[in-house]
């Protein structure tokens, strides 16, 4: 077995991770899952919930997206939500187990002027015993700057695919843009989730291509979400043609290979797998989901399956870092969530 430091690698190539690729099915998850227990807890997934805090009319071109000025989905435009509406959403997704609250903005940037609002969004989230995540798009080094004064712990800013394929996907704004945000946010000392979404039409060296500029960023990206096209009517990818459950599988597969501490997370597209896919995601060492009844503004798997297909495979959750919950009420609250799954449905918190 080849040691931690020889798995634990920023020099992969292009060429080695499409020979990954080629292994047998049952081989890679195998590979998968030995590399998984080497350096995380077996059977141990950690979750998160997702709320867009800004909805709709982005000016950026994203054929995949639903949230697109420029396309035609029904997805509604909205203002920044109000703190209120956030902090319930977030005590919401901490009663269902989440421990790290994402929150996404329709935006190509934010504003200098959205910074204060934005960091007492932060402030408030953490103080509910919460990780902090937020995806608000491209970031200046001072704004990031400003979100780690404030506490930030995650800012999610994906690659989405190949340099190679990119501009197939977004023309208003380049790869090297994306990068340089990514830089500015690991000066600033916040920590990276960036991933990418499959199923757009990109070729196998694609997908290669695009896990190959994320395993060779020193340190990785601490999360990696690998979203499936969630395919919205009135986007120019609403026909792309449907990625079978084995490529997502050997994609999760391949990510967890050369990326062996990040967290991997099964993210957008899950609800269009089947539990056993699913499953086998998690053998092929998937540690990550999101959970709650929406993601942005797509639905999300159901929680009430969520919780069963969690329960039936022996599944624990992990604990926030900066989460105050005790073990045993955790614990609690997640029988409590097993126990009473028709109390359970996207359920609204009274004040
Ligand atoms: N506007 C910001 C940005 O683009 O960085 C943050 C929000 S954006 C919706 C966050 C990510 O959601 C995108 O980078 C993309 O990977 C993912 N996403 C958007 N639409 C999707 C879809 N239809 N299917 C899968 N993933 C999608
Ligand atoms: C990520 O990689 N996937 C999430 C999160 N990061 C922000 C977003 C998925 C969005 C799916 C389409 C929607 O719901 O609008
Ligand atoms: Fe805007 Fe982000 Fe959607 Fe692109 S992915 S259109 S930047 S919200």
Not at 75 to 91: C, G, H, N, S
Not at 216 to 228: D, R, W
Not at 319 to 331: E, F, G, V, Y
Request: hydrophobic share 35%.
């Amino acid at each position: 077995m080849e040691s931690p430091e020889k798995e634990l690698r920023y020099d992969w190539t292009t060429e080695e991770i499409l020979d990954l690729f080629d292994i047998p099915f049952l081989e890679l998850v195998y590979k998968a899952q030995t590399i998984h227990r080497k350096y995380f807890t077996p059977n141990e997934v950690q979750i998160s919930s997702l709320l867009s805090i800004k909805t709709g009319n982005c000016p950026e071109d994203c054929k995949y997206c639903p949230q697109s000025a420029h396309h035609s989905s029904e997805v509604p435009k909205e203002k920044l939500l109000e703190l209120d509406t956030i902090i319930q959403k977030a005590r919401e997704a901490k009663l269902s187990g989440a421990t790290r609250f994402c929150m996404g903005a329709a935006w190509r940037n934010p504003k200098n002027t959205d910074l204060p609002y934005i960091s007492e969004i932060i402030r408030a989230v953490k103080k509910e015993g919460l990780e902090t995540c937020m995806t608000l798009g491209m970031l200046t080094p001072e704004q990031a700057c400003k979100l780690k004064e404030a506490g930030l712990d995650y800012y999610n800013h994906n690659i989405d695919t190949s340099p190679e394929f990119y501009d197939q996907i977004i023309t208003t704004r380049t790869f090297n843009d994306r990068l340089k945000t990514l830089e500015h946010i690991r000066k600033a000392g916040i920590k990276i989730c960036s991933g990418g979404i499959i199923g757009m039409g990109e070729t196998l060296n694609d997908r290669a291509s695009f896990l190959h500029t994320l395993a060779t960023l020193k340190p990785h990206p601490e999360s990696v979400p690998i979203n499936l096209l969630v395919k919205v009517k009135g986007t120019p990818l609403e026909n792309a043609d449907d990625v079978d459950p084995v490529d997502f599988i050997k994609m999760i597969a391949v990510t967890r290979i050369i990326m062996p501490k990040s967290y991997v997370r099964m993210s957008a597209g899950r609800s269009s797998l089947s539990a056993e896919a699913q499953a086998l995601c998690f053998m092929a060492g998937a540690n990550s989901i999101f959970c709650g009844c929406k993601l942005l503004t797509t639905p999300n798997a159901e929680m009430s399956e969520d919780e069963l297909l969690l329960h039936k495979l022996g599944i624990n959750t992990t604990l926030a870092t900066s989460s105050k919950t005790p073990a045993d009420d955790r614990i609690a609250i997640f029988s409590a969530i097993h126990h009473n799954k028709s109390d359970h449905k996207c359920f609204k918190l009274e004040d």
